[in-house]
């Protein structure tokens, strides 16, 4: 495996702290469907990507394709960007928090 993968595999790792079936749960509540760009008016780009963090999650790391890491590099650079952007007030219920929670991230977990 490349030194770039396993920089990939390291960050997204740090980035994504649900695991897979806390990530499913977190999915199907109204408030992870509510939050994000939606393209078209259907599914937000961040609740897609949660459900293909699920996949890549579930998938072997050396069954992963290059669409996968692809994947987490753009996962693991959403999370930083949108980590910067934390709220002053009320974290817990925000948007901010809901949106980082689609893409894996749940910023309240220890």
Known sequence: ?????????KDFGEAVNMTASELERWLKTDEAKEV?????????????????IVTILK????????????????????VKRHSAQKPKNDVEHSRWRYSLMNWGNDPLKK
């Open 36 to 52: 994000g760009q939606k393209d078209g008016g259907g599914e937000s780009t961040g609740h897609e990507s949660g459900r293909r």
């Open 59 to 78: 998938t072997k790391k050396a069954d992963l394709t290059d669409g996968d890491w692809d994947h987490m590099v753009k996962v693991v650079g959403y």
């Open 1 to 9: 495996m490349s030194e770039d993968r396993e920089t990939t595999w």
